[in-house]
């Protein structure tokens, strides 16, 4: 009898806003004797620097997975060239890939010294029908 293979987790968000929470998430769920039984995790920050675009690296990385787990907030992070964040093409490509998919809309009191930033963080050059596609997403998750 082989061994059952694990289930691959891919942690997608904003590096910079959810760094702590896809770390806690890893931690979680390696350091957890029955689920590490049946799952690895991927994020970003663990991969070594690579000669290749990090776009291949992530969206490879998400082609592998069997589960995509998106955090999402205030931060829409930094777009490509067809004005995409690196997030939203994760999310994009395991939806392609029929890929089983959890996400999460975290909302947070921000300190006071902070200006307040808005739940999306869009740009201006994204196109008409992405925005409305990234805000019917985050609407879902809240309902």
């Known amino acids: 009898m ?11 968000s904003v590096q ?5 929470e896809r770390r806690t998430l ?8 029955l689920l590490r039984k ?18 291949s690296v992530y969206l490879r990385e998400v082609d592998s997975c069997t589960i ?8 829409y992070g930094r777009v490509n060239d067809e004005s995409f964040s690196a997030t939203h093409l ?7 890939l029929n890929k089983a998919r959890g996400g999460f809309l975290l909302t947070f ?18 196109a008409v029908h992405d925005r409305t596609e990234l805000s ?5 998750l809240i309902l």
């Open 26 to 33: 890893k931690d979680f769920i390696q350091g957890n004797v």
């Open 16 to 20: 910079s806003e959810f760094a702590e």
């Open 68 to 75: 995509y787990l998106g955090l999402f907030g205030a931060r």
């Open 38 to 55: 049946f799952f690895t995790v991927f994020v970003f920050e663990d991969t070594p620097a690579e000669d290749r675009h990090p776009d």
């Open 136 to 140: 019917s997403f985050q609407n879902r």
């Open 90 to 96: 994760e999310l994009k490509e395991a939806t392609k």
């Open 2 to 12: 082989s061994p059952m293979q694990k289930m691959k987790i891919f942690i997608s």
């Open 109 to 126: 009191k921000r300190k006071s010294n902070m200006t307040p930033q808005v739940t999306q963080q869009v740009p201006s050059k994204m």
